[in-house]
T-cell receptor, first 113, second 114 residues
Framework: AQSVTQLGSHVSVSEGALVLLRCNYSSSVPPYLFWYVQYPNQGLQLLLK??????LVKGINGFEAEFKKSETSFHLTKPSAHMSDAAEYFC???????????FGTGTRLQVTL | DAGVIQSPRHEVTEMGQEVTLRCKPI?????LFWYRQTMMRGLELLIYFNNNVPIDDSGMPEDRFSAKMPNASFSTLKIQPSEPRDSAVYFCASSLRRGQETQYFGPGTRLLVL
């Protein structure tokens, strides 16, 4: 069985500050890991994904995430927050070859001036 | 590509009425997923199909919910009879089955049952 835990349902950062959104996973098999972003009144959009290649994954809009097996983590970072990054972010895990994703509960990112 | 298309975008209905939500996946994708999103329960997978066949419907809340995929380009999620607790945003997503697990989401249908 797979699960993800997102620490912090709300995160607030100042514009230009580092963004760090935390995700820990549990999986009985080598996982695929994903970060999705949801802007208000929209569907989810893929930011980046880890599929057992490079452990540091770069995504769209300057985001990146590092897969750390020893820590069972896949935290999302961005060096400098922008107002347009304000959204809800979801971490998700998939058991490799299967299609089913299990999503975390989401973290709402607020960016202030 | 037009992306995943869902209709209607908004639906307001009265308790007891039948509700049908529609989804057109991205052409060439052969996995389709229905999700429900609420404040209380977050994002829940209701059911998913591979090659038009339901693979896992363990997330369907009860018999009032049913989903079909008659062909590769169309799926429906039906609620009959609807209840106020069914109020939520319902998302459809599609993906390529092999070698690529990225799911592409539609814009969602916001359902309000009065």
């Amino acid at each position: 069985a797979q699960s993800v835990t997102q620490l912090g349902s709300h995160v607030s950062v100042s514009e230009g500050a580092l963004v760090l959104l935390r995700c820990n996973y549990s999986s009985s098999v080598p996982p695929y890991l994903f970060w999705y972003v949801q802007y208000p009144n929209q569907g989810l959009q893929l930011l980046l994904k880890y599929t057992s290649a490079a452990t540091l994954v770069k995504g769209i809009n300057g985001f990146e995430a590092e897969f750390k097996k020893s820590e069972t983590s896949f935290h999302l970072t961005k060096p400098s927050a922008h107002m347009s990054d304000a959204a809800e972010y979801f971490c998700a895990v998939s058991p490799g070859t299967a299609s089913k994703l299990t999503f975390g509960t989401g973290t709402r990112l607020q960016v202030t001036l | 590509d037009a992306g995943v298309i869902q209709s209607p975008r908004h639906e307001v209905t009265e308790m007891g009425q039948e509700v049908t939500l529609r989804c057109k996946p991205i052409s060439g994708h052969n996995s389709l997923f229905w999700y429900r999103q609420t404040m209380m329960r977050g994002l829940e997978l209701l059911i998913y199909f591979n090659n038009n066949v339901p693979i896992d419907d363990s997330g369907m809340p009860e018999d009032r919910f049913s989903a079909k995929m008659p062909n590769a380009s169309f799926s429906t999620l039906k609620i009959q009879p609807s209840e106020p607790r069914d109020s939520a945003v319902y998302f459809c997503a599609s993906s390529l089955r092999r070698g690529q697990e990225t799911q592409y989401f539609g814009p969602g249908t916001r359902l309000l049952v009065l």
